[in-house]
């Protein structure tokens, strides 16, 4: 897999679910649904209703992928300047996992609802991202990201986090997902190809001696 743009992988993964949203709203009538992916809050969404705001609220390391060895390597087939194909040895990645907090934005409370049931219908349809839905370059290489709901935030650090924002509390959907990073550079590895096995007879060897 390319490291080229692997800072780009973060957003990417962003863009994949967003784009996924926006597709299912298609399906389901909706000619145009703006994508936000700011804070949610009323400024950023103004002039763009109807919209969808993933908003990517925590980064942390993903438990599961702490068991991984971080010490070990990974092998990889890669183009080489010659054109040839060349193995190398790459440190193994660092497992990501990204919180987003979903909410829906439209004119009316009953709009904002149909939306709202949209987007649960797509976490729920597409427990993976794969495909032509992975956007971006530093995602390839991967088949696919898969895509989970949250258990909700307690009440009182989501009054706590609307507040923050100057913003009355709204009906949000939580979900996650999991991307590797991937360090950069790698050594050349050489596999063998030929080698010399000898035999001795050993009863020679002890006449020899004698």
Request: aromatic share 8%; hydrophobic share 40%; proline share 6%.
């Amino acid at each position: 897999m390319s490291t080229v743009a692997q800072h780009h992988i973060i957003k990417e993964a962003s863009d994949s679910i967003g784009q996924l949203l926006q597709a299912v709203f298609r399906e389901n009538g909706y000619k145009r649904v703006h994508l936000v992916v700011a804070a949610p809050k009323s400024e950023a969404i103004e002039g763009k209703l109807p919209a969808v705001c993933v908003y990517l609220y925590n980064v942390s390391l993903d438990e599961e992928g702490l068991g991984n060895n971080r010490t070990g390597q990974i092998i990889e087939q890669v183009i080489g300047d010659d054109g040839k194909p060349h193995e190398i040895s790459r440190p193994m990645p660092l497992w990501v996992r990204l919180d987003y907090l979903v909410s829906t934005w439209a004119q009316t409370p009953e709009e904002e609802q149909l939306l709202m049931g949209a987007a649960i219908k797509a976490v729920v349809e597409h427990p993976t991202v794969q495909g032509a839905d992975l956007k971006g370059d530093a995602i390839q290489g991967e088949e696919y990201r898969p895509l989970y709901f949250s258990q909700k935030l307690d009440e009182g650090v989501l009054s706590r986090f609307w507040a923050s924002l100057n913003q009355p509390m709204k009906p949000a959907v939580q979900c996650w997902t999991t991307v590797p990073i991937y360090p950069s550079g790698g050594t050349e590895i050489h596999r063998v190809q030929e080698k010399d096995v000898r035999f001795f007879d050993l009863n020679k060897l002890n006449r020899m001696k004698r």
